[in-house]
């Protein structure tokens, strides 16, 4: 009978040849497409503002290295071969440091939006202006929007005085401060009111020499500076002693609102290493 007949095992199985495209390489495509665009958004962002923008630093750059890590990241997951002479204690540990990095980068960026918008109470005694640079031309557009917020709140209250902080740097034809004296003093602003720091060179210096034109234990004090910087400001003040300090942010660029986020994170953390926080 047939059935008692040995049957070839090639002829007894139907062979069903998978596609080799299964999810898990698909997830990996994805994630490459994902990549390629992120490193071409990064890459625009950072000619965008090198052309139509520009700065006193080069920290814009960063994204031209951000583009060209993810480029290389979607091009290594779109490479088996590559992948596979990648020891994988190795793909651990870097997808460990990126996981790390970006909640610790969402855990700053949180702190930073906190003070976003500060506001500061009327009847202060001091305000403080944070230096930024000044151009041939006047001063810098972060540096104009600090002044004209600060102009707003003297008006409104006559009898607070005001200090404007900040030295020379060596692409500034006079000291921040010098600067911004003359543009409050053009803006109405009596020159009595206005007490000049201009040895300091970064935001600590501002108000460690600041604070000895007053009494960090009893005068109330408004520290107005750009919105992205007010954490990081306010943390340094607290840390120097200023008992009554309030925030008064003033706007920026939109465009270079994500430079600025991620420029003050590394601010944040570099101050913190160094005890400034």
């Known amino acids: 009978m047939k059935r008692d007949r040995l049957i070839p095992v090639e002829k007894s199985k139907k062979?069903?040849?998978?596609?080799?495209r299964g999810r898990g390489v698909d997830q990996k495509h994805y994630g490459a497409r994902a990549l390629y665009v992120l490193a071409v958004l990064c890459a625009l962002y950072c000619v965008g503002i090198g052309l139509f923008v520009g700065f006193g630093s080069f920290f814009f750059l960063i994204w031209g290295v951000i583009a060209i890590f993810c480029a290389a990241w979607g091009w290594i997951l779109t490479h088996k071969s590559v992948q596979e002479r990648i020891p994988r204690w190795i793909r651990m540990t870097f997808r460990a440091l990126v996981a790390a990095g970006m909640l610790l980068l969402l855990i700053l960026e949180g702190m930073i939006f906190g003070q976003f918008g500060a506001k500061a109470e009327a009847g202060a005694d001091y305000v403080i202006i944070l230096g930024a640079q000044w151009k041939t031309t006047g001063p810098s557009y972060v540096l104009q929007k600090r002044l004209d917020k600060a102009i707003e709140?003297?008006?409104?209250?006559?009898?607070?005085?005001?200090?404007?902080?900040?030295?020379?740097?060596?692409?500034?034809?006079?000291s921040e401060a010098e600067g911004m004296k003359g543009y409050?003093?053009?803006?109405?602003i009596d020159p009595e009111r206005i007490f000049t720091e201009d040895a300091s060179t970064n935001t600590t210096q501002n108000l460690i020499y600041s604070g000895e034109l007053l009494n960090k234990s009893e005068d109330s004090v408004v520290v107005v500076t750009n919105n992205f910087h007010m954490f990081r400001a306010l943390a340094i003040a607290k840390k120097q002693g200023y008992l009554h300090v309030e925030g008064l942010s003033a706007g920026t660029y939109p465009l270079t609102v994500p430079n600025n986020l991620l420029r003050e994170a590394?601010?944040?953390?570099?101050?913190?290493?160094?005890?400034?926080l």
């Open 153 to 174: 709140y003297l008006n409104a209250n006559p009898e607070t005085k005001v200090i404007v902080s900040g030295g020379q740097g060596y692409n500034e034809p006079v």
């Open 184 to 188: 409050l003093a053009d803006a109405g």
């Open 266 to 276: 590394f601010g944040i953390v570099k101050d913190f290493m160094a005890n400034n």
């Open 15 to 20: 062979v069903i040849y998978l596609d080799p």
